[in-house]
């Protein structure tokens, strides 16, 4: 198997069986001749998580299904069914807290601390975890009330993948954040058990990276955590392992 961080939020997820597209907006490397089924998963309608070019590049792949929070149906769902109608049967757009099985695959979704879903995704013997924006989004600006509210928040929806075995996670680490950009990654990975965590959200910065490894709070994760230094970056995980 082989995971490809395109960018920021966007991996791409390659297996003998099939493609899994995780918050594609139009950047990063694509395979140009898709035959097996890709899964496009769109977490929410933000732009740097979510783009109409998914269904320009799959739309008329009859082996391509779409995966989509219920927000991008609020916001585009209009503008998709008329300038997109070939895909309307394909797109399968899922509220929190809710399960659905496509083919063989099974997806679970949680609630968000920002907007649209968190995905739970159980596939050829492995499960994944997509968290979107789905963060403890604590920032030094806002009033203690306001953090206050977001942690429990927070908390709440993490409360739902406690102690959960999660083969390959995809969760965010943000510099904007500054002395509280490690705090999300470190609750995700001391309340799952996961066993490979691609830290996301970088907006280009891959001095992200350099901070996460040279963060003593963080070391006893150095194991768990995959080292992403550059766009297009593809990383081999044997299969069955």
Not at 12 to 30: C, H, R
Not at 128 to 153: C, I, P, Q, V
Request: glycine letters at 4%; charged letters at 30%; one cysteine or more.
């Amino acid at each position: 198997m082989i995971i490809t961080h395109l960018t920021h939020s966007t991996f791409l997820v390659e297996s003998d069986k099939a493609y899994i597209l995780f918050d594609y907006f139009g950047k990063g490397f694509l395979p140009k001749d898709i035959k097996k089924n890709i899964y496009i998963f769109s977490s929410h309608s933000h732009q740097d998580h979510f783009d109409m070019k998914i269904f320009e590049l799959f739309g008329d792949n009859p082996k391509a299904f779409f995966i989509l929070s219920y927000d991008i149906k609020r916001k585009f769902g209009k503008r998709i069914k008329n300038e997109y109608p070939i895909c309307q049967n394909k797109i399968t757009y899922m509220m929190p807290d809710k399960h659905i099985e496509i083919n063989d695959m099974y997806i679970e979704t949680i609630g968000s601390t920002d907007a649209g879903v968190g995905y739970i995704i159980e596939y050829d013997n492995k499960t994944f975890f997509h968290s979107g924006d789905l963060h403890l989004w604590t920032w030094k600006e806002e009033s203690a009330d306001y953090n206050e509210k977001m942690k429990k928040r927070y908390f709440r929806e993490m409360k739902k993948i406690h102690n959960k075995k999660i083969n390959y996670a995809f969760y965010p680490v943000d510099l904007r954040q500054a002395e509280d950009y490690d705090i999300g990654i470190r609750y995700f990975l001391d309340n799952t058990e996961t066993e490979k965590v691609f830290p996301m959200h970088y907006f280009g910065d891959y001095l992200a990276t350099d901070m996460i490894f040279k963060n003593d709070s963080l070391s006893n994760y150095y194991g768990r955590i995959i080292k992403i230094e550059h766009e297009n970056q593809s990383f081999n995980f044997e299969e069955g392992k």
